[in-house]
């Protein structure tokens, strides 16, 4: 079964400055598609960005960039510029391509952002 | 658009009491998922409908647990009886196509609170 580890429990970071939170997956599936979403403490779910496996090029949004290294099944997202409302819990997920409905989950990060 | 709706926001209920909570997914969202989130577990699937049926239930935890979608725009999840293990926040999530870069549209999520 795939599987999403987050290995930071807590970041922080002070505003405008830059944060990079880790996410690696276990997987024997060649295609798949990643993610992150963010929970501020209003509890709603919200997609950051997202890649496909196939595709070598990191994703971008805005601020928020990825570092998808396929080889070592690693995936984090990168925070430039950091301002007070990305605080908020971080989720790494995994869909992969045969059961593609079923998306799995890291445990989160705390992001704290310090003024 | 109003997004994925979930009622009520909070739920207090004794032991051995019926629980149900109830979703509005996105119009023309032909998927929907309900999760659940704990400290302990994080993130999981519960269930899936796709048109109106369930497709995958293998994350309801037992018998107690069920879930119906008796028309595209409304569903319930039911504890009965509820126990307090069951204490988490249940997200409803929507999603236009199956799988893939296709994003899930979370709600803001139900906390349950079994006492």
């Known amino acids: 079964a795939q599987t999403v580890t987050q290995s930071q429990p807590e970041m922080s970071v002070q505003e405008a400055e830059t944060v990079t939170l880790s996410c690696t997956y276990d997987t024997s599936e060649s295609d798949y598609y990643l993610f992150w979403y963010k929970q501020p403490p209003s509890r709603q779910m919200i997609l950051v960005i997202r890649q496909e496996a196939y595709k070598q090029q990191n994703a971008t949004e805005n601020r928020f960039s990825v570092n998808f290294q396929k080889a070592a099944k690693s995936f984090s997202l990168k925070i430039s510029d950091s301002q007070l409302g990305d605080a908020a819990m971080y989720f790494c997920?995994?869909?992969?391509?045969?059961?593609?409905?079923?998306?799995?989950f890291g445990a989160g990060t705390r992001l704290t952002v310090k003024p | 658009d109003a997004g994925v709706i979930q009622s009520p926001r909070h739920e207090v209920t004794e032991m051995g009491q019926e629980v149900t909570l109830r979703c509005k997914p996105i119009?023309?969202?032909?998927?929907l998922f309900w999760y659940r989130q704990t400290m302990m577990r994080g993130l999981e699937l519960l269930i899936y409908?796709?048109?109106?049926?369930?497709?995958?239930d293998s994350g309801m935890p037992e018998d107690r647990f069920s879930a119906k979608m008796p028309n595209a725009s409304f569903s319930t999840l039911k504890i009965q009886p509820s126990e307090p293990r069951d204490s988490a926040v249940y997200f409803c999530?929507?999603?236009?196509?199956?799988?893939?870069?296709?994003?899930?549209?979370f709600g803001p999520g139900t906390r349950l609170t079994v006492t």
């Open positions: 999530a929507s999603s236009l196509r199956p799988g893939g870069l296709y994003e899930q549209y």
């Open positions: 997920a995994y869909r992969g391509n045969y059961n593609n409905n079923d998306m799995r």
């Open positions: 409908f796709n048109n109106n049926v369930p497709i995958d």
């Open positions: 119009s023309g969202h032909d998927y």
